[in-house]
């Protein structure tokens, strides 16, 4: 089992900027990448960005150039950083861990005003 928490969401005005955190524990060996995903009211859950074991990474066109997927493998936390927020990024982002099987966070709520 994996388990992961999020932290770091919360009310920021356009053109603001977030760090999003994920903390994982468990059986961490068996997983291959991280991700965050967000959710918005009434919609699918859509792949924000990706990192893998090796470190290659992946975005979203949405976010790329604004936001940044990094790690420190010594705390075994994930980081989204978040910067130029814009309203339409508006949604819950979810930390997942994939594997042999997928584990996802609680979640947490990231507002932008205009």
């Known amino acids: 089992q994996v388990q992961l928490v999020e932290s770091g969401g919360g009310l920021e005005q356009a053109g603001g900027s977030l760090r999003l955190s994920c903390a994982a524990s468990?059986?961490?060996?068996?997983?291959?990448?991280m991700g965050w995903y967000r959710q918005a009211p009434g919609k699918q859950r859509d792949l924000v960005a990706t990192?893998?074991?090796?470190?290659?990474?992946h975005y979203a066109d949405s976010v790329k150039g604004r936001f940044t997927i990094s790690r420190d493998d010594a705390k075994s936390t994930v980081y989204l950083q978040m910067n130029s927020l814009k309203p339409e990024d508006t949604a819950v982002y979810f930390c997942a861990a994939h594997g042999y099987h997928d584990y996802w966070g609680q979640g947490t709520q990231v507002t932008v005003s205009s």
């Open positions: 990192i893998a074991r090796g470190g290659s990474t």
């Open positions: 468990g059986r961490l060996f068996s997983i291959r990448s």
